[in-house]
């Protein structure tokens, strides 16, 4: 079974502070996705990441693919309230045809005014 | 578009009553996804389908799980009998293809069994 493991588990800041949480795996994955889950909805895409090393920007979220493909991570700067929610990362099993994806237990962001 | 649509948003049972949570997935996509959120596990897949085909089940946690998809836009979870244990949010989801394709979910169902 492929884990990943998601830290910090909770986390509580101030509006315009910058932040970092993180998704680790012993295993190597095809490709990562981050999602947000706001309460009493459903997780939605945020980005997807392919290639090893790779960086992509959301306005103020930087996402990173790590080099081996075995971690990422999530950079926010200058958090806001709208930033509050539940941060998923989710790895997608590499080869074969049985497509499916591993889903941290999340990161719970909340961003105080 | 609807989004994925899901009924009913809430359920309350009791222990060993029959539950069936209900799915209509985004026109046109061909995967369909059930997941199962709790504090302790987190989001789990239970069971996914193609083209109304399920290609991966290994999720499911017991006998007492199933689903179904009859056609390409209705699809049903259910659990008979409900256990205490099983009280979760469901959500389904949909994608168009497979790999790095986005999953769309639906708001999903919080089911409560005492």
């Known amino acids: 079974t492929q884990l990943l493991e998601q830290s910090p588990q909770f986390l509580s800041i101030q509006e315009g502070e910058n932040l970092t949480v993180y998704c680790n795996s012993s295993s190597v994955f095809s490709s990562l996705q981050w999602y947000r889950q706001e309460p009493g909805e459903g997780p939605v895409l945020l980005v997807t990441?392919?290639?090893?090393?790779e960086v992509k920007k959301l306005k103020r979220l930087t996402f990173q693919f790590g080099d081996a493909r075995k971690d990422s991570s999530l950079h926010i700067t200058a958090a806001q309230p709208g930033d509050t929610g539940l941060y998923l990362c989710?790895?997608?099993?590499?080869?074969?045809?049985?497509?499916?994806?591993?889903f941290g237990k999340g990161t719970l962001l909340t961003v105080n005014p | 578009d609807a989004g994925v649509i899901q009924s009913p948003r809430h359920e309350v049972t009791e222990m060993g009553q029959e539950v069936t949570l209900r799915c209509k997935p985004i026109s046109g996509h061909d995967y369909l996804f059930w997941y199962r959120q709790t504090m302790m596990r987190g989001l789990e897949l239970l069971i996914y389908?193609?083209?109304?085909?399920?290609?991966?089940d290994s999720g499911m946690p017991e006998d007492r799980f199933s689903a179904k998809m009859p056609n390409a836009s209705f699809s049903t979870l259910k659990i008979q009998p409900s256990e205490p244990r099983d009280s979760a949010v469901y959500f389904c989801a949909s994608s168009l293809v497979a790999g790095v394709g986005e999953q769309f979910f639906g708001p999903g169902t919080r089911l409560t069994v005492l």
């Open positions: 389908f193609n083209n109304n085909v399920p290609i991966d």
């Open positions: 989710a790895g997608e099993n590499s080869g074969g045809s049985n497509y499916k994806l591993t």
């Open positions: 990441v392919v290639t090893g090393g």
